[in-house]
Every structure is written in C-alpha cells, then in structure tokens.
C-alpha cells in the first residue's frame, strides 16, 4: 500500500501540481481549508502532511494555517507536518516548527527535494512505530526499567531470568553508566527473595575506616562513638539480597572478613563475640578490572571467584546502535510528560548528534542529557544545543569508534578536573567513576596527573 500524504493547500492548481507530481509513491488526499483538513485527517489518519500556512478565510495571515498545525497535532502528536512557505513567510514557518511541525520547504517547492524529505518523514515514522511497538512489548515484561533490544541485551535479560532462581553470587561487569544496579535490582524482583529486603551499598562512597562497621555493624562501646548497637548493611538485608556496587573498593582486610562471611554466612559485629547467622543473597557490580587487581595484590583471588560464581557483561551504550535512539525517544516521553511538556520531539539534527556521539557516560548520560534538554527546550523540538552536542563538541568525522570515545573521555576528565581544581576526588565524583578507575582513565588517555596529591 501507498503511504498517505494530505495536501493543504487553498490553491486548487497547487493542489493538483503537486498530487500529479507525488501520486506515484504516495496515496493524495487533499484539503483547501482548515475544516476540510480536519475531516480528511480524522478519515484518513495519513503519517505526513503539507501544509501551506495561508488558507481561508484570511489567507493573507497564517492564523488559520497555525491553527490546523495545531488541530492536527492535537489529534495525533506523531504525525509529520511540513510546511511550505515563501521566503516572506519564513519567520512565521520557524514559529510553526516551534509549534511542532516537522520541518519546512521553500514554495514554490523543488519536486526532488520535496520527494526526499517525504521519504525522510515516512522513515521517522515507522521508526517511531518500531520504538512503540518494543516500548510495549519491553513495558510488558518487568526488568526493574531495564530498557534494550540488541542482541547482547536480551542475553543480559535471559540470565537474569536464569541466575534469579538460584542463589548463586553474581558479579556484574561493566562500565559506569551502564545500568549494573538496575541488573541487580531485576535479579532481586525476580528471586524468590523478592518480597524481601534489597539492600545497596557503594563501596567507593564509603571512608576506609567506617567501612567494616557500615558492613558488619558494631556493639554499643566498639569505639568511640557507639553509643548503642547498630546492625550493619548485611545483618539488615537478611533474607533478601545485599547489593555491593564498586566492590573493587572495598580495603583488603575488610576483604578477608567479607570473605569469611561468603563462605559459611555467619558474622560478627565490630567490637562483638557472638556469631550471627544471616541468610542474604550476594550481588557485586564493578566497572574496574578486577583480575588486573588480583595482579597487582589490592583484591583478593579466592573472594574473586567466590563472588563471581555468575559474572553478567553489560555492554556500553555505544555497542548498542539500535537502543540509542530508541532509549533517547523513551527517556524523552517519560521526562517531557514528568514536568509537564508532553509532545516534545527530536528534531532531525538532534537525532543526527545523538547517533553521532560516543556516549562515554552510557545510558546514565544519556539520560541526563535527555532530561537537560527537555528543561531547556524553547519550543517543541528539541535541538542539539538543547543536549549540548552541538558540532563543537562532536568528533570529528573519520574517527574510529575508539579514538572518538577517547576523544570525548579526554575532554570530560580534563573539564572534570577544572572544575574540581585539579582534585581527583571531585572529578571522579562528579563523572560517577571511582578514583582508581579516573587514574587509570588518565594514563591510558596520556592526562598528566596533578602536582599535589590529595
């Protein structure tokens, strides 16, 4: 069948023109006023539409051209609406792309021109019915939000599925970014734990010196400052699962102790005799590399391969070319609708930058860069500077994927690390990454460490 494209046009010679030019690829409909543009769009629901902003009964103004802009709009947000617009028009033609239409073309229209932005709009179209479509089918199946139809994905999702019945430790591999505590959190959802505490702790975020009470808890006078009993992350997610994110942080005498409570399930509070029996499930997540660790001496091999009993890889974001724009439109309905500016859309140049970029930060900085944009949108497409890709900060073309991401990971951490006055500590903060992992970011990227130390 051939796509359906309405004409609006108060101009019956233009009208034919046009129909007798595009007929071929596409089934015409046409309309010469606003009321008549209704009525054929709610007949016939065509993906795209022309629309000459001039039409009765004031063709002289584009307030009824506006007008139906809006009308249609507010039947079905998705559709594509082009306006044709002479050069004295182009102001108010940027004020109806403003408004929600797709894009404009000058009148009298190039025939070549005008059939490839056609076929541009039918594409975006059914590749917005496509994301729908796995919107549904992913909504429809509760992976804790989890978001993905690449390949590697959907194995991430059928071990979930499989190492959630058992109780098997699971150590989660990947980069930050990249959803490790969601994983975690859907593995819990889908264990006979469920109902049951989910407890996580970041081991990166916690000082060397609180980190075995903050683990095992402590008896009331185990030092100064315990004034009563408090039981420790583990003893609390008893029965359910206990997350530990950035678990390469973790000293390694609160290793041994960790270690000992892996292999038969019983602790003992800082400054305590007794031992206590704790039923809780073991999740790990990491982005640094842990066997390089072992190498060096700061994590331990038997902990290793007692925690990773499952290891699940989640792959980065730019290793998922079919989920970037399908994630960049979900996260963009959700947050437009969230505060309140539904019918937000992505402009053309803003799909272009976002397939573009390497997207160091993975799926968490493309979903803050989504959120960013909506707030700062002015109209109802969102643009590249609204995402801050604009042409400046993209690499160039000819890049290999690995030297673009380079590219960008350089400019983040060197900007990081301005912004933090040199301070390691900050700047890996500020970009969610631990502070081995920023060293050994700044060493294979060739990033002169600071002169002080922290």
């Known amino acids: 069948m051939k796509p359906k494209l309405l004409i609006i046009d108060d101009d019956e010679e233009i009208r034919t023109q046009m129909k007798w030019a595009l007929t071929k690829e596409h089934e015409i409909l046409m309309a010469g006023d606003r009321t008549q543009a209704r009525e054929q769009f709610q007949a016939h629901r065509p993906a795209v539409v022309l629309l000459d902003l001039g039409l009765p009964p004031n063709p002289a103004t584009p307030d009824e051209g506006l007008a139906t802009l809006s009308d249609l709009l507010a039947l079905d947000q998705q559709t594509k609406i082009v306006i044709i617009t002479g050069q004295a028009e182009k102001s108010t033609a940027l004020q109806a792309v403003g408004a929600g239409a797709y894009d404009i073309i000058g009148k009298p229209a190039d025939m070549d021109e005008l059939k490839a932005l056609l076929k541009r709009c039918y594409h975006v179209t059914e590749l917005e019915r496509e994301y729908r479509k796995i919107q549904q089918q992913l909504n429809n199946d509760s992976f804790e939000g989890i978001l993905g139809t690449n390949a590697r994905m959907q194995a991430v999702f059928d071990s979930i599925k499989k190492v959630a019945l058992s109780n098997a430790p699971v150590l989660i591999l990947g980069e930050s970014g990249t959803g490790k505590e969601m994983v975690a959190r859907a593995i819990h959802q889908r264990s006979p734990r469920k109902d049951e505490p989910f407890i996580a702790i970041n081991c990166s975020a916690i000082p060397e010196s609180l980190m075995e009470s903050e683990l095992f808890g402590h008896e009331k006078g185990a030092f100064t400052g315990a004034h009563q009993m408090r039981k420790g ?15 390469g942080e973790i000293p390694l005498p609160i290793q041994v102790k960790l270690l000992r409570f892996l292999q038969d399930q019983k602790l003992e509070r800082v400054g305590g005799r007794q031992e206590i029996t704790v039923d809780v499930r073991v999740v790990s997540a990491t982005n640094a590399n842990l066997k390089k660790a072992m190498q060096q001496g700061t994590f331990r091999e038997d902990l290793f391969y007692r925690i990773a009993v499952v290891q699940l890889l989640l792959p980065p974001l730019r290793e998922r070319d079919e989920d970037i724009n399908f994630l960049a439109q979900t996260f963009l309905q959700r947050i437009s609708t969230e505060i309140g500016k539904t019918g937000l859309t992505f402009g053309p140049d803003a799909l272009r930058a976002i397939r573009q970029y390497p997207w160091p930060g993975n799926v968490r900085e493309l979903q803050n860069r989504v959120r960013r944009a909506a707030i700062m949108s002015e ?58 992992t920023f060293y050994e970011l700044m060493e294979k990227l060739g990033i002169q460490k600071p002169d002080h130390k922290e």
């Open 379 to 436: 109209g109802k497409r969102v643009t590249p500077q609204d995402l801050e890709l604009s042409q400046s900060n993209l690499p160039p073309q000819g890049m290999t994927l690995k030297e673009a991401r380079e590219t960008v990971e350089r400019e983040m951490l060197t900007q990081a690390l301005k912004r933090n006055s040199s301070k390691i500590s900050g700047a890996a903060t500020e970009l969610g990454i631990s502070r081995p």
């Open 233 to 247: 992350r583990i003893e609390t997610a008893n029965g359910g699962t206990l997350f530990l994110d950035e678990i």
